[in-house]
């Protein structure tokens, strides 16, 4: 029998998806799941709601609370945390790089990627802090592939894929036809898979 | 020592918080906290978010989303749901019954218009709903003085209040000055309370 698999949908820019990437393989692993990470752009899904920006920059009281929130959860699971000077940073860079690497790196990259912005308050929008986080992972050339047709089509292929499977915001997990919303339901997703 | 209390804050109309009021004393008595019902209108603070109607009706994805997501966590709960044949429902009548019930009585009374609107779909905009459910409750006369200037000044001050303290949702849940949002808070907000 096939491993069942949940789908981990998330934009790099997005506060909550740094709280997931740091724990959905050890969730999923422990729970006997595989999980694939499946970088997306919120822009033209925001876009289409008629935001221009974050909404938690749009709406300032949820953005207050959102700050107060994530560094609560973030001190309670020991997760490194510093609010960073930029939000939202550019995220289409590193999501084209997410989807060029190997697949068996992705994960990896995308944790490398989610830790400089949210943890050591880097600009992962700039190519070369993204490159020097791909060298790092032993990934030489990542960035420059990441401006390529290919990754582009993939990235624009994903955040299509995204509409059609109604996701309004990051992270989200899928489950075959189901759809969950936020940090805050990854144990309902996993438990979904072990139906 | 004074026992620590946790203010449990929300709008009939809202959704998320059907399910927290089906759980909110039960859990914060198990933790040996007292909890507060403090029923609120979302409406002025959606206007002020430039929103007229419900989120939920205003961004479609997200209210689709949100019905399933209710669903299964009511299934998961084993708590009665049926979805509302009209949303929202006008909640200020009920909340005004509900600023004017005797304290002790208060919590019992906001779970029967939880139930009435969110498992039963009875209008509870309606002032003979209203009064039905208060009569089972041995609260005669309650809706009418839920008409009266002082019922209207406590509803009004409960929003003041909400707002001054940065709410922008429901439910929500206050311990002193610390703000926690959703029903899938109220584990973080009674640990919270318990530090």
Not at 120 to 127: F, K, N, Q, T, Y
Not at 148 to 154: E, N
Not at 157 to 160: G, H, L, V
């Given at each position: 029998m096939a491993?069942?698999?949940?789908?981990?949908?998330?934009?790099?820019?997005?506060?909550?998806s740094y709280l997931?990437?740091?724990?959905?393989?050890?969730?999923?692993?422990?729970?006997?799941?595989?999980?694939?990470?499946r970088?997306f752009?919120?822009?033209?899904?925001?876009?289409?709601?008629?935001?221009?920006?974050?909404?938690?920059n749009?709406?300032?009281?949820?953005?207050?609370y959102?700050?107060?929130?994530?560094?609560?959860?973030a001190?309670?699971r020991?997760?490194?945390f510093?609010?960073?000077?930029q939000f939202?940073?550019?995220?289409?860079?590193?999501?084209r790089?997410a989807?060029?690497?190997?697949?068996?790196?992705?994960?990896?990259?995308?944790r490398?990627?989610?830790?400089?912005?949210?943890a050591?308050?880097?600009?992962?929008?700039?190519?070369q802090?993204?490159?020097?986080?791909?060298?790092?992972?032993?990934?030489?050339?990542?960035?420059?592939e990441?401006?390529?047709?290919?990754?582009?089509?993939?990235?624009r292929?994903?955040?299509?894929e995204?509409?059609?499977?109604?996701?309004?915001?990051?992270?989200?997990?899928t489950?075959?036809?189901?759809?969950?919303?936020?940090?805050?339901?990854?144990?309902?997703?996993?438990?979904?898979?072990q139906?």
């Open positions: 491993t069942q698999e949940i789908d981990f949908w998330f934009d790099f820019a997005s506060t909550y997931s990437a740091a724990r959905v393989e050890a969730a999923c692993a422990e729970a006997g799941l595989a999980v694939r990470f970088p752009l919120l822009g033209p899904i925001f876009a289409a709601q008629g935001w221009n920006d974050s909404p938690f749009l709406y300032p009281a949820k953005g207050r959102m700050w107060r929130d994530l560094a609560r959860i001190a309670g020991g997760l490194p510093r609010r960073p000077s939202p940073r550019r995220s289409s860079l590193a999501a790089a989807w060029a690497a190997p697949e068996h790196a992705r994960a990896a990259f995308c490398a990627v989610f830790t400089a912005n949210f050591d308050d880097r600009d992962v929008g700039d190519a802090v993204l490159d020097a986080l791909a060298q790092d992972l032993g990934l030489p050339g990542l960035v420059a990441a401006e390529g047709a290919t990754a582009r089509k993939r990235l292929a994903a955040t299509e995204a509409m059609a499977r109604g996701l309004f915001g990051a992270p989200s997990f489950v075959g036809e189901e759809l969950f919303w936020g940090d805050d339901r990854l144990e309902q997703a996993i438990a979904w898979a139906r």
